[in-house]
C-alpha cells in the first residue's frame, strides 16, 4: 500500500486562543491576581501582591535594523507584539525578564516561511547580510535556546516555523508520517487522528511546542521507558542549510555510515533548519491502565523503578515523584513517595503487565493496589492528582513567579551507581545555595521521569521567596550551584531539555573532544556564515 | 555500589585455534575436500575437484615499505603471515581472491597496539610518514572495509586491536561494562559470565569480530526486534583520532546536544579509532522458549511478521525464512516458509508471549505448536537445524567456493510499502543478472532477519556455479545487479554489514547532502593527514 497525501484541514480551533506574549500556554490559562495571592501563601516571604502582567505598548522597542527584500516581505513581520513573543522561550528566567520589563533581545524580524523555498531563501538573504537567523517552533525552550544574546549580527530573524504545520502523506502499511516541522503537539496529533494513528509524544509543553523542536532538542516524550526520546521515532529527517538541503531515506534501520539523522537530532537549529521528517507513527492505544504505589522509604523506591526498567514489563509511566512533589502534586499526603505507573497497547490487554509491576514494586517494600484489569480500568486518584498538576504546574510557575518567587526546574540523567548520591548532593547543595541567595530555605523537589536499566533522569523542581528585583541573578546563582554537582557526579546537564545558552558553559565542558572537533567543522561547513541560532551548541 | 576494576585472566581456549589466512573462522573447521566435492554436486555445473587450500608461502610478497620507528617497533610485525591475514576481511570476494592467488593490496606491517597510548603514538607515526592505517578487528568484514585500495599512501599498516580485550571494569549496579575495543564475542562473554551478565550480541560472526568492529560497523546482532543494532546497548565510547582523543561521558541518556557517540558509531574507522566502550550488560537469560511456525504462503508470513514486530511481545528472534532458505537450511522440507521464533527474560517465564505470538502467527496463515511453556522447553526441530546452519553457513560458502561456485549474501532494510516489490524484484533481477553472467540459473533466497513496526531487513543469498578464474567480475556483476535493485527501491544498501569499500559507489547516492558536508568536514577535522582507513565511506 503506497503512502497517501493527505489534504489540507481546517486550522485547529486551539490556535485560535491567544498566546500569552511573557508567559506560558494561553493568555486566558493564567492564574488571576487572587489565584497568584493565595499561591504566594505557600511560600512565606513572596510579595504580598502579584506584580502586573507585562504589556509589550510598555517596552522600549528600536526599529528593525533591516528591511527584508520585496520578494521576502511578505514572510516577513516587524509588528511590535510579534517580535515580543518570539524574544524568548519560556523558562522561569524569560518569565521573568518579561515581568520586569528586561526581555531579551527582541529579534528585528519575525519570518513565517512556509515551505523549504521559503526557509532557503530567508536563509540565503540572512546569509548575505549578517543577519542572525534563529529557528522558532513553539518558544516553550527553557533553556535560552531561541533567542539571542550579544551583538555579532547586524540584526536577528525569529524564523517561526508554525506555519509548516501539515501532515503530508501517511503510509499506513509502514505506519509512518510525513510530518511538516512547525506542527504543534495538538495540530499534529488532529491531522492524524483520523487515520487511527497517533505520534504518542507527549512531552509537558505539548501544546506549545513542535514536532521541529521537538526533533532540534531531542526531547523526552511520553514514554517513561524503552523509547523515551524522539529519537527512536524518527525514520527520516529533511534539512534546509545554508549550505546544502536534503532528506535522508525513509528507512526502518540502517547500518550505512553513521546515522545522518543522529548528527541533526539535537543540533538546536545549529546546523540547519529541521523542516520535516517522515515519523514512526502508532496505532492508538486501545488498553491502558494504571496505577499508583506509596513507599515509605525513597531509596527502596529508587530499587523499585531500577527493578521495572530491567524488567520486560516496558511501563509506559513509571515516574517517581519525592515526598515533597508527592506532596506538591497532591498524589500524598502522609509523607510517601509515589511512584505512578501506566500501561498501555493497542494490540493487548495490559492488566497482566501491571499485576507483575505492581507484584515487584510490593516486593521493594511499595504499597499499592492494582485497579480492576481491563481498558475500562478506573483511574487511581494519585495518578488523576498527578497528571492535572502536571499539566496545570508552568501555568502555577508564572503566577508564583508574578509573587516574587523563585521557581524552576532542571533535570538530568546519570547511570544508577551515581544516582542516590547525586539527589542527595542536588538536594543540600541547591538547598544551600538558594538560602545563601535569598535568605529563605528554598524547596527541592525531585521526580524521576525516566528509567533504564542502567540508570535514570533525576527532575528537580526548587521554589524559594526571591530577592524583588534580582530573580534573574538568585536564579543563576542557584543554577549555577546545580550545574556545578551535576557535573562533580558526572551526570549530564540535561537529559530532554536541551542546551540552548544556558547550559552551554558545562555543555562545553561534558561534550568529548573527538566530537567538539566534528561539530565545529560540521557547523563551519554547513552555516559558513555562521548565522544560524548563534550562541547554541557552539560559539 | 561503585564499578569494580576486573583482574586480567588467562587467555580463551578459542584463541589458541588457528584462524584461517584465506577463509571463514578457524582453519580446523573448514570442509575438507570430499565434503566440499558433496557441496558442489548441490550446484550442478561447478568444479569436479576443489581449489586447493592457498599458501602464503606461495604469494609474491614486497619487503615492507617502511620500518617502524625504535620505539614502537615492539608492536610491530613484517611476518608475511600476518600480513596476508590482513590483507582482507572474508567477504566472498576476499576468499576467491586468496583461493585465485589474488589477495588485495597485503599491509606493509600489521601492529598490535595494547593501550590507547599505542594507540595514539601509531597514528602520529604514521601521520608523519604518510602511511594508511587500517583499524582491524576479527577481520570479518563481508564489504571491503579492511584492505587497502589504490596507491595514495607510502605504505599501508593494519591496526589490529585484538591485544586490547579486556574487560577492564564492571559497574553490576548500572549494569554495565568497560570493554577494550579488541575482544572478540567469545573473549568478552567469558570475561563477562562470572559476573552473570552478557553482552547478547551474537552476530553471525560472533566468534572472529571485536566490540570495536561491532561498533564502527553498527552491527546488527542478537535482537530481531527492538533493540537490533549494537548502537543502543553503548552508554559511552572512547575515540583516539590523529587530531584528538577522549571519551564521552557514561550516561544512561542524554539530550545534550546531537550524541558524541553516534557519529562514531558507523564510522569504519574513518574518524578515529575506537580503542573502548562502556557497554550496557544484561543479565544472563533464565526463561527461553523457541518454536517455528510454517507458512504455505510467504506474502502472509510478511503480514504476520509485521503483525508480531508492531504487538508488545518484542520476540528476541524472529526471522521469516523464505522457502528456499528453509530447505536450504534444513527447516523445512515441503516448500513452506519457515518462521523461527524466540523469546527469553532473565526476570519472568516467556511461555505466555510465546503463546500469544503464535496466536498471532495463527491468525495469519501459520502452522506452527508451542512447546511447552517454561524454561526447560524443548527445542523445536526446524529452530535447531536453522542455528546449526546459521553457524555453519560461512564454512560451506568458502567449500563452495573452492568448488568454483559464486556463493555470497548481501542485506538490506525498507519500510513495509515496499518489502513484497523489493524481494521480488531482487529475485528476478539479481537471478537474471546471476544467468547473464555466468550461464546457469541462480539460487535466489532470502531471509528477514530483524522486523520492526515500519519495516523490515531482507537477507538474500545467491548461489550459482561461476565462470572459473573470473569469480570475482561474476559476482561483481551481480553485486551490481543487487545494488542497483536496492536503490531503485530506496533500501538501504546495509542494514546490517557496513559500507567499506564495496558499498562506497550507492552509499554516496544515498548520503543525504547535509550530512556529506558535516562527515565531510569532520574527516578533514579529525584525520587532517587522511591516513584513517581510506576510501571507507568518503574519498
Given at each position: 500500500?503506497?503512502a497517501t497525501?493527505?489534504p489540507?484541514s481546517?486550522?485547529?480551533p486551539?490556535?485560535?486562543r491567544?498566546?500569552?506574549?511573557?508567559?506560558?500556554g494561553?493568555?486566558?490559562?493564567?492564574p488571576d491576581?487572587a489565584?497568584c495571592v493565595?499561591l504566594?501563601s505557600l511560600l512565606?516571604?513572596?510579595?504580598?501582591?502579584?506584580?502586573?502582567?507585562p504589556?509589550?505598548?510598555d517596552?522600549?522597542?528600536?526599529?528593525p535594523?533591516?528591511?527584508?527584500p520585496p520578494?521576502?516581505?511578505h514572510?516577513?513581520t516587524?509588528?511590535?507584539?510579534a517580535?515580543a513573543a518570539?524574544?524568548?522561550g519560556?523558562?522561569?528566567r524569560?518569565?521573568?525578564?518579561?515581568?520586569?520589563g528586561r526581555p531579551?533581545?527582541l529579534p528585528?524580524?519575525v519570518?513565517?516561511p512556509?515551505?523549504?523555498?521559503d526557509?532557503a531563501?530567508?536563509l540565503d538573504?540572512?546569509?548575505?547580510h549578517?543577519v542572525?537567523?534563529?529557528?522558532?517552533?513553539?518558544?516553550?525552550s527553557?533553556v535560552?535556546?531561541?533567542?539571542?544574546?550579544?551583538?555579532?549580527?547586524?540584526?536577528?530573524l525569529s524564523?517561526?516555523?508554525?506555519?509548516?504545520?501539515?501532515?503530508l502523506?501517511i503510509?499506513?502499511?509502514s505506519?509512518s508520517?510525513?510530518i511538516?516541522?512547525g506542527a504543534?503537539?495538538?495540530?499534529?496529533?488532529?491531522?492524524?487522528?483520523?487515520?487511527?494513528?497517533t505520534?504518542?509524544?507527549?512531552?509537558q509543553?505539548?501544546e506549545?511546542?513542535?514536532l521541529g523542536?521537538w526533533?532540534a532538542?531531542?526531547a523526552g516524550?511520553?514514554?517513561?521507558t524503552?523509547?523515551?526520546?524522539?529519537?527512536?521515532?524518527?525514520q527520516s529527517l529533511r534539512?534546509?542549510?545554508?549550505?546544502?538541503?536534503g532528506?535522508?531515506?525513509r528507512?526502518?534501520?540502517?547500518?550505512?555510515?553513521?546515522s545522518?539523522?543522529?548528527?541533526?537530532?539535537g543540533?538546536?537549529g545549529a546546523?540547519?533548519v529541521i523542516t520535516?521528517?517522515?515519523?514512526?507513527?502508532?496505532?492508538r492505544?486501545?488498553?491502558?491502565?494504571?496505577?499508583s504505589?506509596a513507599?515509605a522509604d525513597?531509596h527502596r523506591?529508587?530499587d523499585a523503578?531500577?527493578?521495572?526498567?530491567r524488567?520486560?514489563?516496558?511501563p509506559a509511566n513509571?515516574?517517581?515523584l519525592?515526598?515533597?512533589?508527592?506532596?506538591?502534586s497532591g498524589?500524598?499526603?502522609?509523607?510517601s513517595?509515589?511512584?505512578?505507573l501506566?500501561?498501555?497497547s493497542a494490540?493487548a490487554a495490559?492488566g497482566?503487565r501491571?499485576?507483575t509491576a505492581?507484584d515487584?514494586a510490593r516486593?521493594?517494600?511499595?504499597?499499592?493496589t492494582?485497579?480492576?484489569?481491563?481498558?475500562?480500568?478506573?483511574v487511581?486518584a494519585?495518578?488523576?492528582a498527578?497528571?492535572?498538576?502536571?499539566?496545570?504546574?508552568?501555568?502555577?510557575?508564572?503566577?508564583l513567579a508574578r509573587m516574587?518567587?523563585?521557581?524552576?526546574?532542571?533535570e538530568?540523567?546519570?547511570?544508577?551507581?551515581r544516582i542516590?548520591?547525586?539527589i542527595?548532593?542536588v538536594?543540600s547543595?541547591?538547598g544551600?545555595a538558594?538560602?545563601k541567595a535569598?535568605?529563605?530555605?528554598a524547596?527541592?523537589?525531585?521526580r524521576?521521569t525516566h528509567v533504564?536499566?542502567?540508570?535514570a533522569?533525576?527532575y528537580?523542581?526548587?521554589?524559594?521567596?526571591g530577592?524583588p528585583?534580582?530573580?534573574?541573578?538568585?536564579?543563576?546563582?542557584i543554577?549555577?550551584?546545580?550545574t556545578?554537582v551535576l557535573?562533580?557526579?558526572r551526570a549530564?546537564?540535561?537529559?530532554?531539555?536541551a542546551?540552548?545558552?544556558?547550559?552551554?558553559?558545562?555543555y562545553?565542558?561534558?561534550?568529548?573532544?573527538?566530537?567538539?572537533?566534528?561539530?565545529r567543522s560540521?557547523?563551519?561547513a554547513?552555516?559558513?556564515?555562521?548565522i544560524l541560532?548563534?550562541?547554541v551548541?557552539?560559539d
Open positions: 500500500m503506497p497525501a493527505v489540507a481546517a486550522p485547529d486551539g490556535t485560535l491567544t498566546r500569552s506574549w511573557w508567559g506560558w494561553y493568555a486566558d490559562a493564567h491576581d489565584e493565595a504566594g512565606p516571604g513572596t510579595l504580598a501582591r502579584p506584580l502586573p502582567i504589556r509589550v505598548a517596552l522600549a522597542i528600536d526599529r535594523a533591516v528591511t527584508p520578494a521576502l516581505a514572510l516577513v516587524a509588528d511590535p507584539h517580535r518570539h524574544a524568548m519560556k523558562a522561569y524569560d518569565v521573568v525578564r518579561a515581568l520586569r531579551g533581545r528585528d524580524l519570518a513565517r512556509h515551505g523549504d523555498r526557509v531563501d530567508l538573504w540572512a546569509g548575505e549578517g542572525a537567523v534563529i529557528p522558532f517552533g513553539g518558544g516553550s527553557v535560552g535556546g531561541v533567542e539571542y544574546r550579544g551583538d555579532a549580527h547586524r540584526a536577528v524564523l517561526d516555523l508554525t506555519s509548516m504545520n501539515r501532515v502523506e503510509d499506513t502499511g505506519r508520517a510525513r511538516q516541522a504543534l503537539g495538538p495540530v499534529l496529533e488532529r491531522q492524524l487522528r483520523p487515520h487511527g494513528l505520534l504518542r509524544h507527549f512531552p509543553s505539548f506549545f511546542s513542535t523542536g526533533l532538542t531531542r516524550g511520553h514514554y517513561a524503552v523509547h523515551t526520546h524522539i529519537d527512536d521515532f524518527v534539512v534546509v542549510a545554508p549550505a546544502a538541503a532528506a535522508s531515506w528507512l526502518p534501520a540502517s547500518g550505512a555510515g553513521p545522518p539523522d543522529r548528527l541533526f537530532l543540533s538546536e546546523l540547519g520535516e521528517a517522515w515519523m514512526r507513527v502508532q496505532e492505544p486501545r488498553h491502558k491502565a494504571s496505577t504505589v513507599f525513597f523506591a529508587l523503578v531500577r527493578a521495572l526498567a524488567s520486560d514489563l516496558a513509571c515516574r517517581l519525592d515526598p515533597g512533589e508527592a506532596a506538591l498524589a500524598s499526603r502522609d509523607g513517595a509515589v511512584l505512578v501506566g500501561f498501555e494490540t495490559v497482566d501491571l499485576a505492581l515487584l516486593a521493594h517494600g511499595g504499597r499499592g492494582a485497579p480492576l484489569p481491563g481498558s475500562g480500568a478506573p487511581d494519585a495518578v488523576s498527578w497528571r492535572s498538576a502536571f499539566l496545570r504546574m508552568p501555568y502555577l510557575r508564572d503566577g516574587g518567587a523563585v521557581v524552576e526546574t532542571f538530568t540523567a546519570a547511570t544508577w551507581d542516590p548520591a547525586l542527595d548532593a538536594r547543595e541547591v544551600a538558594a538560602l535569598t535568605g529563605h530555605r524547596t527541592v523537589n525531585c524521576l533504564y536499566p542502567d540508570g533522569a533525576p528537580f523542581t526548587v521554589a524559594v521567596p530577592r528585583g534580582d530573580e534573574v541573578e538568585v536564579w543563576d546563582d543554577k549555577a550551584a546545580a556545578e557535573h562533580r557526579h549530564t546537564v540535561t537529559h530532554h531539555h542546551v540552548g545558552r544556558d547550559h552551554r558553559p558545562r562545553d565542558l561534558q561534550r568529548p573532544e573527538p566530537f567538539t572537533l566534528a561539530l560540521a557547523k563551519q554547513l552555516d559558513p556564515h555562521r541560532n548563534p550562541g551548541l557552539l
